[in-house]
């Protein structure tokens, strides 16, 4: 079945540092990619998206490139602000599935 | 456009005690779903619904239903609420753009504390 794997929080960096949270995916077909943001206290809401390989996907600084032949979708950010504070999902849909997949979250802690 | 809708917010409830969480969303989406979040655990789906009048179970179904009645609302019941059914319950919903899923769009979250 499905699956999304992204590292393991927390990853805590200091203001106008580089980011990088890692995720992979498994799925069957030609999914489309997501990277969802949880600010504390709220629901999730999408960051970011990709629907084909090699498309890049980009909001707010943030930008993820949907590549196949590597299965993953890597969300960076050139100069995090304390604001960017939260927790990051990686999530996918494939077309046959009516259930999106979600990775387990990275929690990030930027420091002024 | 108020999106996806959860009542209550907060609440409190005792060991036993029966509640619903209300979902609304206003997107006219085919697909509901209900997640709850714990810390560590990420997202964990619980039901699902793919159109008006069918559910199904998810990852986490036991001691929790649901109703989905009208497109518009899906309804989770707990009967006799536990302590580990303390978290919060998180709803959203989809749709697709011909072959695709579209993004999930999620509600406010519900947090329950059961004592």
């Known amino acids: 079945g499905d699956s999304v794997t992204q590292m393991e929080g927390p990853v805590t960096l200091s203001e106008e540092a580089f980011l990088t949270i890692n995720c992979t995916y498994t799925a069957t077909g030609y999914p489309s990619l997501f990277w969802y943001v949880q600010y504390p206290g709220e629901g999730l809401q999408l960051l970011l998206k990709?629907?084909?390989?090699?498309d890049k996907g980009s909001n707010k600084g943030f930008e993820a490139t949907y590549r196949k032949e590597t299965t993953s979708f890597h969300l960076e950010k050139g100069s995090v602000q304390v604001s960017d504070s939260a927790v990051y999902f990686c999530?996918?849909?494939?077309?046959?599935?009516?259930?999106?997949?979600f990775g387990r979250g990275t929690s990030l802690i930027v420091h002024p | 456009n108020a999106g996806v809708t959860q009542t209550p917010k907060f609440r409190v409830l005792k060991t036993g005690q029966s509640m619903t969480l209300l979902c609304a969303q206003d997107?006219?989406?085919?697909?509901m779903y209900w997640y709850r979040q714990d810390p560590g655990m990420g997202l964990r789906l619980i039901h699902y619904s793919v159109g008006e009048g069918t559910t199904a179970k998810g990852e986490v179904p036991d001691g929790y239903n649901v109703s989905r009645l009208k497109k518009q609302n899906f309804l989770l019941g707990l009967e006799s609420a536990a302590p580990s059914q303390t978290s919060v319950y998180f709803c959203a919903s989809s749709s697709k753009t011909g072959p695709m899923n579209t993004e999930a769009f999620f509600g406010q979250g519900t947090r329950l504390t059961v004592v």
């Open positions: 997107m006219n989406h085919e697909y």
């Open positions: 999530a996918l849909a494939s077309g046959g599935s009516y259930i999106p997949t």
């Open positions: 990709a629907t084909k390989a090699d």
